[in-house]
């Protein structure tokens, strides 16, 4: 298989490369100056689009690349800009709208506040030596999201200009993520005011989960079995505790804890076979795929919409609308669609490591699933489905492992035995979440089903225990830009090698 057959594949790439450059060479580089060589490369493609003869085709080509190449350079450029012009010009006063709970650190409280041009500061809030630690938990807790909070700055950094190289890998993901610069207070030198909006989106999603978790806690889900379906349904993981949190990530499963990309995956299957969806006519998807659509995002808005969680379901929304118009679900071109779409909304995404770890998993399965199937030896439907489960857990796991060990110098040896011992326990707690809610009203059957999620939510903690617990449980490995680069293209060229021969074979 050709991926360079693909056309959207051939323009996300330039796209891609161009966005790399201008973060490489943001000090040299003019958005005006971009914009207009974005015009000049247009017009001549605009010019060769409905040529049909062969030169003219190879020239649109040159041309696409080029104007897909400043494109990337142009939005990622535009986006820099944007979010530097909101580094506050007086660093010794700052005002903004709360987007997120404060968070409790060792000594000081963690405020995000927006800014009116929409970029952040983090703020942090010194704890204060005359009061009581329960006095400070009840100030802060008394704060709602968009309140606006006002402070005088003791001192301020800009996320953009840091030179200390310890710090600046840090700084750098703080600015990817709209976040301009990094404040200090102390804790006598602050006030806020109540927000003036009678409805507030965020503050609304909260309150929802608040609520979610308080029915959890009326009704029985407590402890660790708790603290993990919790973080599995609704996203609230301030109650997980710091041994499972490290367990699972060292058993290479700790994106079943965080919502993303992998809970959403689950919710479409689980949906799709509610409205059975693999049986319907081409004519019905439409709705349904909307529904889905509506579904997931209803179900963002409950848990709190965390960014990771809309991002997924900001690219599964895509993918499902790609489908209803090819009838395949994760195609090449699909997935290169929902990445050009989803760079154009956001540029910085490029660099959010959830955001890199999704895109090379559903290009693993993309790549994969096709090949998988027909080299599958029996025609048994649950062979099939077992055979399709762990390839394409390998799969998956050979496309992210590379960048795992790369960002966080580890790698974790036994992620596909995790991930297979624990999907099934996955799928329970998901299903059975989702029938305990829907039967809330029915005592004795709601009990049945929580006995069930507990026993599933303890089992897979147990597991994952005790393959962390291994001594070989991650290997200690940090590769450079150059080796991780050489490594993917050896599993690109690989992939492309067996799955043109499984086509050749059948």
Same mark, same amino acid.
């Given at each position: $298989? ?76 535009? !986006?820099?800009? *944007? ?18 709970? +404060? ?26 030596? @005359?009061?009581?630690?329960?006095? %400070? ?9 968009? %309140? ?6 003791? &001192? ?34 602050? %006030?806020? !005011? ?11 999603? !909260?309150?929802?989960?608040?609520? $979610? ?32 949190? !490290? ?21 479409? $299957? ?36 965390? +960014?990771?969680?809309? *991002? ?38 490029? #660099? %959010? ?9 559903? @290009? ?26 762990? #390839? ?13 060990? &790369?960002?966080?110098?580890?790698? +974790? ?83 492309? #090698? &067996? ?8």
């Amino acid at each position: $298989m050709d991926c360079f057959s693909h056309p959207l594949i051939r323009l996300v790439l330039p796209f891609t490369l161009g966005m790399v450059g201008a973060n490489c060479l943001m000090d040299s580089l003019n958005l005006s100056v971009l914009f207009v060589l974005c015009c000049l490369a247009l017009a001549p493609t605009l010019l060769h689009v409905k040529s049909k003869q062969p030169q003219s085709k190879k020239v649109f080509g040159m041309w696409a690349t080029a104007l897909a190449f400043l494109l990337g350079m142009t939005l990622f450029t535009s !986006k820099h800009e *944007r979010i530097s012009q909101g580094i506050p010009v007086d660093s010794s006063f700052c005002q903004g709208t709360l987007t997120e709970r +404060p968070v409790e650190k060792a000594h000081s409280w963690a405020l995000n506040l927006r800014q009116e041009n929409g970029s952040h500061i983090l703020l942090y809030i010194g704890k204060s030596r @005359s009061t009581s630690p329960q006095t %400070d938990s009840v100030q802060f807790a008394s704060l709602h999201i968009g %309140d606006t909070i006002l402070a005088q700055i003791k &001192y301020l950094t800009a996320t953009n200009t840091c030179e200390d190289n310890t710090f600046a890998p840090y700084y750098d993901y703080l600015f990817h993520h709209d976040v301009t610069a990094t404040a200090y207070c102390n804790a006598q030198h602050w %006030d806020w !005011k109540p927000s003036n909006l009678s409805f507030n989106p965020l503050s609304v999603a !909260k309150e929802l989960q608040e609520r $979610m978790h308080q029915i959890y806690d009326e009704r029985g889900i407590k402890g660790e079995a708790g603290s993990i379906v919790e973080a599995m349904t609704i996203g609230r993981k301030t109650i997980l505790a710091q041994h499972t949190r !490290k367990a699972f990530t060292e058993a290479g499963v700790s994106h079943v804890l965080a919502l993303s990309g992998f809970h959403v995956g689950v919710i479409v $299957m689980l949906m799709q076979v509610f409205f059975f969806s693999s049986i319907l006519p081409r004519k019905w998807k439409w709705g349904v795929n909307l529904l889905l659509i509506f579904t997931l995002w209803g179900y963002t808005a409950i848990t709190g919409l965390s +960014p990771s969680l809309v *991002r997924a379901t900001t690219m599964f929304s895509i993918l499902m609308l790609c489908q209803t118009g090819s009838g395949t679900f994760m195609s090449l071109d699909s997935c290169a669609l929902t990445f050009f779409t989803m760079l154009c909304i956001n540029p910085f995404y490029l #660099f %959010d490591i959830g955001f890199q770890l999704s895109f090379l998993s559903v @290009s693993g399965i993309s790549l994969w699933s096709k090949s998988i199937l027909e080299s599958c030896p029996s025609s048994n439907t649950v062979i099939r489905m077992l055979w399709n489960i762990i #390839f394409i857990s390998l799969a998956c796991t050979l496309f992210t492992t590379p960048l795992v060990a &790369y960002h966080f110098g580890k790698a +974790p040896i036994w992620s596909v035995v995790s991930n297979l011992a624990i999907i099934p326990f996955v799928y329970i707690i998901m299903w059975g979440s989702m029938l305990w809610w829907l039967s809330l009203g029915w005592i004795w059957g709601n009990g049945i089903i929580l006995l069930l999620v507990e026993w599933a939510a303890n089992l897979m903690n147990e597991i994952v225990h005790f393959i962390s617990s291994s001594s070989m449980s991650t290997l200690e490995w940090k590769p450079g830009i150059l080796l991780t680069t050489i490594l993917y293209m050896c599993i690109l060229f690989f992939t492309f #090698f &067996y799955t043109s021969r499984v086509k050749k074979a059948h």
